[in-house]
């Protein structure tokens, strides 16, 4: 079956109170759950929103170059992401709207190219 990447730039999100961003954890962790009942789920989680934490690694001068901070500056960026393995485009379209839903904010959805993902076992 092919995978999907659902994902969402971290301004996309919006700003929210405290008690907002709380009210979302059950209907987010409960998609997290069915995705993993119906046997879906590769990997869901969100990302450290603080840019400085990133890091950078470049090899396209031909020289191995890791630097802190992020690749390049720019106005968005990944907050998180979901993997799924399902059979066919609207069934990982259903899938993103249950995201979305749970989530309370916009989530884009993309195939991966045919045999450009490598399978790996992450720990729980």
């Known amino acids: 079956m092919p995978h999907y990447l659902i994902y969402f730039n971290q301004q996309w999100v919006g700003d929210h109170d405290e008690a907002w961003f709380e009210s979302r954890v059950e209907p987010s962790t409960a998609v997290v759950r ?21 890091a950078s690694a470049d090899a396209t001068s031909g020289e191995l170059v890791v630097t802190d901070g992020p690749f390049v500056e720019t106005k968005e960026w990944l907050g998180g992401l979901t993997i799924v ?40």
């Not at 069915?34 to 990133?54: F, I, N, T």
């Not at 989530?103 to 190219?113: T, Y």
């Open 34 to 54: 069915d995705m993993q009942a119906e046997g879906v789920l590769v990997y869901a989680g969100g990302l450290v929103e603080e840019l400085e934490e990133a």
């Open 85 to 124: 393995d399902v059979p066919d485009d609207e069934t990982a379209r259903r899938w993103a709207g249950r995201v979305a839903e749970g989530c309370g904010w916009p989530q884009e959805v993309r195939r991966f190219k045919a045999g450009s993902l490598q399978a790996v076992t992450l720990g729980g």
